[in-house]
């Protein structure tokens, strides 16, 4: 999503190939319909449109972060915090491109700045390794005021135990996510339960056109261990690893996305107890968070039983956020 020297000089080049294609085209024209004086304006427009993301995106990332953005990552985002300064600079110039291009609305709750910037940090983490990463096809993001049903119901009464999803067919390039449960997904850095990073981990994993838990466009040298290692996994009955999720036994999608979580919020336990499926997603997304994030001490963010949810429900914990933490499962429609 960043634009460099070099693809910053491959887009002009482009652009400018391709107008002098069309003003060719435009002359011959010219030559019979006497159309020369639309010619150049026409040449113009076509190099701009060409060069109007890349132009947008140098204009985005030259503008400072807001301060407050800049606290939310501070008091909620431990990756960011792990970074060092080169790190923290190149993750704040994901979060604004990524929040200036995708559209992020609330459905019956607002999109304050703590939203906002939380679903830019799910977005950035899982693809912060990438070089030349794009989200190509996510047109937006919903954000619900609580977890939801298959019929997208959030009604008080009714069984909920959707915390996010991606949406397929109708609602084909939409995220969906629980706002109480992004929130209190940055809440414990370490239970290996973030809702956001794993709906962006499906994300990564459809890059290939299909999510069926094996990235390929990022796998490499991992994707025949990884798909041995997945196929022996399924068969186990899940309590025998009680480390994992048993969500993550629902197929092999689900076990990649549940598996990002725990690499992304516990990745010295899992390097210590499955080192080969450690060293497996290292690959998968050029990233070795054991090195940086397990040294990291999160600032204490206790919420007592009785206090008010910091989701800004107005209700207690026990019967918000914690309630939903007990009880929610996280599927992928």
């Known amino acids: 999503m960043l634009v ?15 107008a002098t294609v069309v003003a060719v085209i435009i002359g011959l024209m010219a030559l019979k319909w006497h159309l020369a004086v639309f010619a150049l304006p026409l040449v ?3 190099y701009h449109l060409l060069r109007r993301r890349t132009l947008r995106r140098i204009k985005i990332v030259a503008e400072p972060l807001p301060a407050v953005w800049e606290e939310v990552l501070q008091q909620n985002v431990v990756f960011y915090q792990a970074l060092d300064e080169a790190g923290r600079e190149r993750f704040r110039n994901l979060v604004k491109v990524f929040i200036d291009e995708v559209p ?13 910037v939380l679903v830019a940090a799910s977005a950035t983490i899982p693809i912060f390794g990438f070089e030349d990463w794009e ?5 937006e993001i919903l954000i619900y005021p609580g977890a939801f049903n298959e019929e997208y ?9 959707t915390l996010g999803m991606i949406g397929v067919n109708h609602l084909s390039g939409v995220m969906i996510l629980s706002k109480p449960d992004l929130i209190s997904g940055f809440q414990n850095h370490k239970d290996k339960r973030n809702v956001g990073i794993h709906e962006f981990a499906h994300l990564v994993d459809k890059a290939d056109g299909s999510v069926d838990g094996l990235p390929n466009r990022v796998a490499g040298d991992a994707a025949a ?5 997945v196929a022996e996994e399924l068969k186990r009955d899940p309590r025998a690893r009680e480390e994992i999720d048993d969500y993550a036994y629902t197929n092999e999608a689900e076990y990649f996305a549940v598996l990002s979580e725990y690499f992304f919020e516990a990745p010295e336990l899992l ?10 997603m290292r690959k998968m997304y050029h990233q070795d968070t054991r090195s940086f994030l397990s040294v990291v001490k999160p600032r204490a963010r206790r919420v007592g039983r009785n206090s008010p949810c910091p989701c800004g429900s107005s209700k ?9 933490t007990k009880r929610g499962v996280r599927l992928q429609a």
């Open 4 to 18: 460099t020297e070099e693809s910053n000089r491959s887009n002009q080049r482009h652009a400018s190939a391709f």
């Open 225 to 229: 261990p990884w798909i041995g290692w």
């Open 104 to 116: 992020v609305t609330g459905i019956r709750t607002d999109v304050d700045d703590t939203t906002h």
């Open 135 to 139: 989200y190509s096809g996510l047109g």
């Open 153 to 161: 119901q959030t009604d008080e009464g009714v069984s909920r135990n």
């Open 44 to 46: 113009g427009c076509v």
């Open 316 to 324: 207690k914990y026990k019967k918000c956020c914690g309630l939903r």
């Open 271 to 280: 390097q210590k107890r499955h080192p080969e499926v450690y060293g497996m």
